[in-house]
């Protein structure tokens, strides 16, 4: 099975700064098929990126997605207050699917 | 809109049976493959099955083989996971979840619910 290790495990940002995730996989991931979630606490999980840089529907253009192979990274422009939350990477390249061990993005 | 609310999660012994049942409406139910995925304290998302949108193919992760099974009703737009010799490990919320693609197996979960809690405590 695919192993996905995200990158830090907790970021510290100010609103507006950059925010920048990594997620390493153990082995290749056929056809980028690499996607992120949103992970707030109460609320259902929001898929971000798919494909590893294609935006879901109703995300706004802060958020990208970009890498191949094994590196990855969701990068968030500028922050907004809402986009504070763990951020979950997938793989669905091969089976079984596996998720990272996500990064938390807290308010500095 | 796509909403999907889970049920059924509660406090049962070590050794005790379940079923969890997600209620799907705002879509084709039977035109999409589901998943179900969970998160236990402090831990990462891990998923756990899928089922097509048919039915006709389920597969399982081998952490849960033989112990979780997923399954679907179409004619009720329900989704379900039976769980059976529940061990404390298995004490998480757990979260249905719809598959972007229809009629494809795809993997991309674009619709989750919120979720329900499953706590294995004697």
């Known amino acids: 099975e695919i192993v996905l290790t995200q990158s830090p495990g907790t970021l510290s940002l100010s609103p507006g700064e950059r925010a920048t995730l990594s997620c390493r996989a153990s082995q290749t991931i056929t056809g980028s098929y690499l996607a992120w979630y949103q992970l707030k606490p109460g609320q259902a999980p929001r898929l971000v990126i798919y494909g590893a840089s294609r935006r879901a529907t109703g995300i706004p253009d802060r958020f990208s997605g970009s890498g191949s192979g094994t590196d990855f990274t969701l990068t968030i422009s500028r922050l907004e207050p809402e986009d504070f939350a763990v951020y979950s990477c997938q793989q669905y390249g091969s089976s079984p699917l596996t998720f990272g061990g996500g990064t938390k993005v807290e308010i500095k | 809109q796509v909403q999907l609310v889970e049920s059924g999660g509660v406090v049962v012994q070590p050794g005790g049976s379940l079923r969890l049942s997600c209620a799907a409406s705002?879509?084709?139910?039977?035109?999409?493959?589901m998943h179900w995925v969970r998160r236990a304290p402090g831990k990462g998302l891990e998923w756990l099955a899928f089922?097509?949108?048919?039915?006709?193919?389920?597969s399982h992760a081998d952490s849960v083989k033989g112990r979780l099974t997923i399954s679907r009703d179409n004619s009720k737009n329900t989704l379900y996971l039976q769980m059976n010799s529940l061990r404390p490990e298995d004490t998480a919320v757990y979260y249905c979840?719809?598959?972007?693609?229809?009629?494809?197996?795809?993997?991309?979960?674009?619709?989750w619910g919120k979720g329900t809690t499953v706590t294995v405590s004697s």
């Open positions: 089922i097509r949108y048919d039915g006709s193919h389920t």
């Open positions: 705002g879509f084709s139910f039977d035109t999409y493959g």
């Open positions: 979840a719809k598959d972007q693609e229809g009629r494809i197996d795809d993997g991309v979960m674009d619709g």
